[in-house]
C-alpha cells in the first residue's frame, strides 16, 4: 500500500449520523431560503410496489417515498443518503416480484457471470453478486476461467448463455486480463441479456432523446435512484458530474439530461474544476481520486453523491488500509445538506440495480407484467 496518496480532511469533530426512515425531516430548498417540514413517513410494503423502472420518479411511481432528512447534533450537518439500507429495501422488491413471477408461470431470473483470472477484488464482487442473487431468488451461473484463456473461449461461452433461455442476464466481470480485447467481448453479448447496460446500441439509445435503451448501467442508475427515494429534485437543478468514464461519468450524466438537469462535466483537462463544481446544486463525483473534491468545491446544500471508492494507508486499521470517496467527507458533510458515504453509499446500489436489470430482462423475456 505504499503507493497510495492521501490528503487528511478529518480535522472536524462534528460527525454526520444516520436517522431512521420512521421518523424524518424533509428538507425543502427554495429559491429564497430553506424551510424544514417535519413529518413521519414509512416505506410502502414491499407487495405494493413495482419494480424498478428506467424514469422512475416519485410522482410515477408508488415506491419511490421522499427520505430526505436534515441530522443535526450541536450545528447542521449533511444528511446521510444510505445507501446500504436503500439497497435493502431494493432487494426486498425484487425478492417479492421474483416470488409473484414463480408462482404465476413457474419461472424465476438467471444470471450469468463470467471471470477471467484471479484477481481478488474481482472474486470479491462476483462472490458479492452470486450472494445477493440468492437473497432474492434470482438463479446464479458462474463460469470462472483462467488467467490465460483466449476470447474466443470466453466469446463461446457468451454466446451459450446468449442462446440459453434460463438465463436473462450475463455479465463479464471487468477488467479482463491486457491480452484481450474488452470491446469485442463486451459486444458480444446479446443486447436483450446486456444488464450491465454497456452495449453501444444501449448506450446510444440512452444518449439519444426519444429512445430508451433496454439496460442503464447499474452505478449511475443506482445514483439516480438514491435521488429520487431521498424525495431529491432534479429536474432544473445545475448538476456537475466529475469524470467522463463510459462505465459513470457519461452515463451518469445522461441520466442527469432525461431527469431535466443542466448538466456539465468536469473532467482531466478541464482548467477550472473547483470554480465549476461549486455551482452545483447536485454533484456527482467518479474520478477515482482520494479526497480530491474538498469542501471549497462544494456550494452550501448541494447534494453530494460520491461513487469513488479508494484505499488509502492506516496504520490505526487491521487491513492498513481505510476506503474513502472521492470527496473530502469531513469537509462536505459540513457544507452539503446531504451526501453519501464511502462505504455504504454508492457501493450497496450496484448490485441491487444488477439485480433489477436482471428483473426487468426476465420479465421482458416471458412477457410478465
Given amino acids: 500500500m505504499a503507493s497510495m496518496i492521501f490528503t487528511d480532511c478529518s480535522s472536524s469533530t462534528t460527525k454526520a449520523r444516520l436517522l431512521p426512515f420512521s421518523r424524518i425531516l424533509l428538507l425543502r430548498r427554495r429559491a429564497a431560503g430553506v424551510t424544514l417540514v ?86 470479491t464482487y462476483v462472490r458479492n453478486k452470486r450472494k ?118 457519461t452515463p451518469a450524466s445522461q441520466l442527469l439530461q432525461r431527469e431535466d438537469a443542466t448538466v456539465t462535466i468536469v473532467h482531466s483537462r478541464t482548467s477550472n474544476p473547483e470554480e465549476i463544481t461549486r455551482q452545483a446544486d447536485i454533484i456527482i463525483s467518479a474520478v477515482g481520486k482520494p479526497n480530491m473534491v474538498r469542501g471549497s468545491w462544494i456550494k452550501p446544500g448541494a447534494v453530494v453523491i460520491d461513487v469513488g471508492i479508494n484505499p488509502v494507508e492506516d496504520a490505526k486499521s487491521p487491513r492498513g488500509y481505510r476506503l474513502v470517496g472521492d470527496v473530502c467527507y469531513d469537509e462536505a458533510k459540513n457544507i452539503a445538506s446531504a451526501i453519501t458515504p464511502v462505504p455504504g453509499g454508492v457501493g450497496p446500489m450496484t448490485i441491487a440495480m444488477l439485480l433489477s436489470n436482471t428483473l426487468i430482462s426476465a420479465k421482458r423475456a416471458y412477457n410478465f407484467q
Avoid at 107 to 121: C, M
Fill in 132 to 249: 445477493a442473487c440468492e437473497s432474492v431468488g434470482i438463479n446464479s451461473f458462474e463460469v470462472p476461467l483462467p488467467e490465460d484463456s483466449t476470447e474466443e473461449e470466453v466469446i463461446k461461452f457468451i454466446k451459450e448463455f446468449n442462446d440459453d433461455p434460463s438465463v436473462h442476464g450475463i455479465l463479464v466481470q471487468l477488467p479482463l486480463p491486457s491480452h484481450m480485447n474488452e470491446e469485442n467481448i463486451l459486444n458480444a453479448v446479446s443486447i436483450e441479456k446486456d444488464v450491465d447496460g454497456f452495449h453501444p446500441l444501449n448506450i446510444g439509445h440512452l444518449a439519444m432523446r426519444g429512445r430508451e435503451p433496454m439496460f442503464v448501467p447499474c452505478t449511475p442508475k443506482g445514483c439516480i435512484e438514491l435521488l429520487h427515494r431521498y424525495g431529491i429534485d432534479i429536474k432544473g437543478k445545475r448538476a456537475v458530474v466529475i469524470g467522463r468514464s463510459n462505465i459513470v461519468g
Fill in 38 to 123: 417535519r413529518r413521519l413517513a414509512t416505506l410502502p410494503n414491499s407487495s405494493s410496489r413495482r419494480p424498478l423502472t428506467l424514469r422512475s420518479s416519485h410522482s410515477q411511481s408508488a415506491y419511490v417515498t421522499g427520505i430526505f432528512s436534515l441530522a443535526t447534533e450541536k450545528s447542521a450537518t449533511a444528511e446521510v443518503i444510505d445507501g446500504k439500507a436503500v439497497a435493502k429495501q431494493i432487494r426486498d422488491e425484487i425478492s417479492a416480484e421474483v416470488m409473484r413471477m414463480k408462482d404465476a408461470i413457474g419461472e424465476v431470473p438467471g444470471l450469468a457471470v463470467i471471470i477471467v483470472g484471479n484477481r481478488k477484488d474481482s472474486a
